[in-house]
């Protein structure tokens, strides 16, 4: 069982800043494939950025270039830098862990956070 937690959420202006973190518990994190998805009210949840195990990432057209993933396996942490925001990126992050490809689906992933308010004012 894997758990996870999120932090670094809150209410930023657009065009500032938010870093947002996920602990993760398990002893072979640095095996799993990480991700961060959103929802905003009314909408599905949809894919912002993954890491893999190896270090590779991958991003949503909407959020790259502004958006950064990494991972520190040696904290179990996964965090997302968020840059430049707008209205648009209102919404609930959720960090998921996979232990096999993980992905853009939310379905891929086996493990999720509780998630964490970020809201970009205008």
């Known amino acids: 069982q894997v758990q996870l937690v999120e932090s670094g959420g809150g209410l930023v202006q657009a065009g500032g800043s938010l870093r947002l973190s996920c602990a993760a518990s398990?002893?072979?994190?640095?095996?799993?494939?990480m991700g961060w998805f959103r929802q905003a009210p009314g909408k599905e949840r949809e894919f912002v950025a993954t890491?893999?195990?190896?270090?590779?990432?991958g991003y949503a057209d909407s959020v790259k270039g502004r958006f950064t993933i990494s991972r520190d396996n040696a904290k179990n942490t996964v965090y997302l830098q968020m840059n430049s925001l707008k209205p648009g990126d209102t919404a609930v992050y959720y960090c998921?862990?996979?232990?096999?490809?993980?992905?853009?689906?939310?379905?891929?992933?086996?493990?999720w956070g509780q998630g964490t308010q970020v809201t970009v004012s205008s």
């Open positions: 998921a862990a996979d232990t096999s490809y993980g992905g853009t689906y939310p379905r891929s992933y086996s493990y």
């Open positions: 890491i893999w195990s190896g270090g590779s990432t």
């Open positions: 398990g002893r072979t994190f640095s095996s799993y494939t």
